[in-house]
């Protein structure tokens, strides 16, 4: 077990805090979802509690190692002030200037600072000023960081599962580093169900391609009772099976992959449901999301799709299908919509799906949502209150689905 944040002294220390501040931005700069901020909330409360000094550490965007205006992290501190109603201070410019480490030298307990964007530092993502990787830069720039502080605490689960500067180098150079509440709480949530679910144990997985997804079904097949396949990917997956899927996104060379992880859920048992009917239009337009003028839209009457159509939901049938495999479930882990949820006609599928798994929650499972469409899908359908576990890391959530190591956590000590 790693240690976590009650586990480590940080009694008037100065803190380092990785956190995940990478908000979304409009055109005047405002920050139009603060989810991020506001969920590091009680770590950051508690360090107060504990009359520690916090010196937040964030990236912001993809400035690709170049100062970029735009993506600074002065909105944010301003959005943070608010939510803690607390000042926070805010150099800008360089992390690692002498003025961000005069501002952390005289930081005093109870007192909070927030460095610059870390990406504007090339290091931080392991190049030197060249664009070269350079991991010697990247240690230097880790040390930097770390002698601003004497603990560190990893709160950015959005992150860890990069190896950055300030997620895995940075943590040999302080006196001690855990997990934060909110880190704690993911690997709580996505640690229990894959390694001590209570079953039934349903996998739901949707979205656009297989191809992104196939070491998450091989990993899960090896762990749950029961998959449910939607979205794009279930028609590779019918494809595979010789149903017609029509012009619906098919990855022509994933078939036979997908036939093969189809043989391997038979083989062990596991229940794999794919949809049994689709809503199918003619046209999509994808880039504005919407259904282009006179395109024409209907419900199939199985699982077959017409030529010259293509799915773009799951139907009514399918969808009370897979509430009855759900509504015994006790853990339930849920990644991707199940059809075009951008585009609200084709939405449907998506928003019935997480009703049913707040449903089977009030039940007594155990949901645990992660990936931006399904986080955006539970709230949606007012359901995101009745969620045991949302995910804040779309990427972090679905490596640890494939059993990999996150660099992250790894990096941080043992208990
Ligand atoms: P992912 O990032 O892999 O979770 O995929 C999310 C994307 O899958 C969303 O943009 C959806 O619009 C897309 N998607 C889901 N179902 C379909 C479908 N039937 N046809 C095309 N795209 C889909």
């Given at each position: 077990m790693k240690k976590t944040l009650k586990d480590i002294d940080v009694k008037g220390k100065k803190v380092l805090v990785r956190v995940d501040y990478n908000v979304p931005l409009d055109a005047?700069?405002?920050?139009?979802?603060d989810k991020r901020i506001a969920a590091t909330l009680p770590t950051i409360q508690y360090l107060l509690d504990q009359n520690a000094a916090i010196i937040l550490l964030s990236h912001l965007g993809r400035p690709k190692g170049k100062t970029v205006p735009e993506m600074s992290l002065s909105p944010v501190s301003a959005r943070l002030s608010e939510l803690i109603g607390k000042p926070v201070k805010f150099v800008g410019?360089?992390?690692?200037s002498e003025e961000s480490k005069k501002a952390a030298a005289d930081l005093k307990a109870g007192e909070i600072l927030l460095l610059e964007n870390?990406?504007?530092?090339?290091e931080e993502e392991g190049k030197n000023a060249a664009g070269e990787k350079d991991k010697a830069a990247m240690d230097n720039f880790a040390k930097e960081l770390a002698s601003m502080g004497e603990v560190f605490v990893q709160e950015a689960f959005g992150t860890v599962h990069r190896a950055h500067a300030s997620t895995v180098g940075i943590v040999k150079y302080v006196k001690d580093a855990a997990a934060g509440f909110l880190v704690e709480k993911e690997l709580k949530f996505l640690g229990e169900a894959l390694d001590?679910?209570?079953?039934?144990f349903i996998a739901i997985l949707g979205g656009a391609k297989v191809s992104d997804k196939i070491n998450v079904i091989e990993n899960l097949l090896n762990k749950v009772d029961s998959i449910i396949i939607g979205g794009a990917m279930a028609y590779t997956f019918l494809k595979s099976q010789g149903v017609n899927a029509g012009?619906?996104?098919?990855?022509n060379d994933k078939l036979d992959l997908a036939a093969e992880l189809l043989k391997k859920a038979k083989e062990r048992k596991i229940e794999f449901l794919l949809p049994v009917d689709h809503v199918i239009?003619?046209?999509?337009d994808f880039t504005n999301k919407q259904i282009p003028e006179g395109a024409a839209v209907k419900i199939t009457a199985d699982e077959a799709i017409p030529e010259g159509f293509m799915g773009v939901d799951a139907g009514t049938k399918s969808i009370e299908k897979f509430a009855q495999s759900l509504k015994d479930a006790k853990t339930i882990v849920w990644n991707g919509?199940?059809?075009?949820?951008?585009?609200p006609e084709f939405a449907k599928g998506t928003v019935e799906i997480a009703k049913i798994v707040a449903d089977a929650t009030d039940a007594g499972a155990v949901s645990v949502v992660g990936g931006g469409d399904s986080v955006s899908a539970v709230k949606k359908a007012g359901v995101d209150k009745r969620i045991s576990h949302i995910s804040t890391g779309g990427g972090a959530s679905l490596e640890f689905l494939e059993g990999k190591e996150l660099p992250g956590i790894a990096a941080l000590p043992e208990k």
């Open positions: 005047e700069l405002k920050i139009t979802n410019g360089d992390a690692i870390l990406r504007f530092h090339p001590n679910p209570q079953r039934p012009t619906s996104l098919v990855e239009a003619d046209k999509v919509p199940l059809g075009i949820f951008e585009i």
